[in-house]
């Protein structure tokens, strides 16, 4: 599960909480923050948890950075940190900042909420669909945007993507990264999601494994259709073997939901949310009769999905 | 303060939450992880908190260390970390555990409780007395027993130390480091506490400055006591300006509780935790009319606190 959930003494309530620190992915500091705060609150709102009541700063400030960087970029980092917090309804109260080698940023987020406040993940069943609510790629937009100063790397991408092509990748990567799964949390309840995982360091099918093995049901997972950052999936290709986009195993950072809807809702929710937030999800695979495991279909069909900026217009 | 205490939404309750994480400095993982385990809750225990309800462990491995090394180390680390928090009445359900080139152990300590269940650390007034639960010393003595293997280090101090004296320091702080807070934050409540912090990171006279600045009264904090673990006391001085320890400078790890408790209450409250664990607390400053500052007079009295095994026999 992403997030442990403890009953409490009091009355029915529980305490769902969860903890993430990643390291810098991109290069802009408040947006950094604003990622790692994303990120963290992604566990609570797998479960359908859309109030989070405190979130803990943690922050590993690097040791190699001179005093003028450090003064500049932990200001920044802090800030879209807290700013994210506050999108999604929280605010941060304590955390520490220790000195590290790398620069590290996290937090932990808590909330104390009645049964009904939260879905548990292992209710899939026979029939119902996967949705998931942000495209994959984006570890390889990440260094795609990395290798434009590096010809050497550069040279065994350019002849799949041009640098137009990955600085928009870039771009829907960060903001795709900073954006809350908050609404895709609130759908749930909505349309009746039967479980959900956020995808992350695994990966997709990393993830959909893990939720599948905690399913109640005999239920396991297929998956058709690989929503996918344009040209990304041409790159993760150029690349060979290393990120293994096509196989789900690329990793993702602040990824999206992935979520067992019931068929017949599955189309609204995808609707609903497109319409509140401007940035579609995809209907990716279905629940069959299985033994608990997760699986891509030999040739899945990659969706490209086209760079955004920030106000979901496309460019 | 200590630990944040956020207002919840549901029936006058409030979440009650800390996190820390520190670097190796004993050369037992185990103890090691009780240390980590210790020093998070310590800061419940300082607003009274004497219940737990959840706890996440906070682990970075290092990137140096062999597979051997840390196939060893790191379930030592994790079952003291655990073991010391089922003994605080709690258990860890949740963390994360990632690579880093430093070692690093902490996590997060979360409470959902009443307004009777925690003693807000500003209400001092005239006339109080400030009592400490465990020794000062921890980083001179820890120090010390690095150097014994550093001659260059050692020639400074033997003069003042025999090595038997800096072993049996060196337990004695392990031991006292690894000890919780727990009976302390009962008793805070039993003889009505006026506030309340714990000794870490700053210093005795850092946190007794921390915790005068947040008082609602008009007071100051006096020290004139300073209970040392034996002969630090004399290796601090022969190090000179270093460690700082007789100005409260010096660095203490999973310390004491510094409380303020009325005068005619205080004695009782070292009989009693002394009765029921077997180790001494200590009177050791008064609280004046002020400014909210705290000081400690200028030749305070050294207690030379002597060695004692777990079980709290002397050596």
Redesign the interface.
């Given at each position: 599960m992403d997030?442990?959930v403890?009953p409490?003494?009091?009355?029915g309530?529980s305490?769902v909480?969860?903890?993430?620190?990643i390291y810098p992915l991109v290069d802009d500091p408040y947006m950094m923050g604003k990622i790692a705060c994303a990120n963290v609150l992604s566990d609570l709102y797998a479960l359908g948890v859309m109030?989070c009541?405190?979130m803990?700063m943690?922050l590993?400030v690097s040791n190699k950075m001179t005093d003028k960087e450090r003064d500049v970029i932990v200001p920044l980092m802090m800030r879209g940190f807290k700013d994210a917090a506050e999108e999604g309804g929280s605010s941060v109260?304590?955390?520490?900042t220790?000195m590290?080698?790398?620069l590290?940023i996290?937090g932990?987020a808590?909330t104390?909420c009645?049964p009904n406040e939260y879905i548990m993940p292992d209710n899939a069943v026979v029939g119902d669909v996967l949705v998931l609510t942000k495209p994959l790629g984006t570890q390889v937009a990440v260094n795609a945007f990395q290798w434009l100063d590096q010809p050497e790397r550069w040279n065994r991408i350019k002849l799949v993507v041009s640098e137009d092509d990955v600085r928009k990748a870039y771009q829907r990567a960060m903001f795709s990264m900073s954006r809350l799964n908050k609404t895709a949390a609130r759908l749930m309840h909505k349309y009746n999601a039967h479980g959900a995982t956020d995808v992350t360091g695994f990966g997709l099918l990393g993830h959909a494994s893990n939720l599948a093995k905690v399913q109640k049901n005999e239920v396991s997972f297929v998956i058709h259709n690989l929503p996918i950052i344009a040209k990304m999936a041409s790159v993760g290709k150029a690349c060979g073997n290393m990120f293994k986009l096509m196989q789900g195993h690329s990793e993702e950072t602040s990824g999206g939901l992935l979520i067992a809807l019931p068929r017949e809702q599955a189309a609204a929710f995808c609707k609903d949310i497109e319409k509140q937030e401007g940035y579609q999800a995809w209907i990716i695979g279905i629940v069959e009769k299985g033994n608990r495991t997760a699986r891509i279909i030999d040739k899945p069909r990659v969706i490209e999905v086209p760079a955004k900026d920030k106000d979901g217009e496309l460019w």
């Open positions: 997030s442990c403890t409490l003494r009091h009355g309530l305490l909480q969860t903890t993430d620190f109030e009541d405190n803990l943690l590993g109260n304590g955390g520490q220790v590290n080698p790398w590290t996290g932990v808590t104390v009645q």
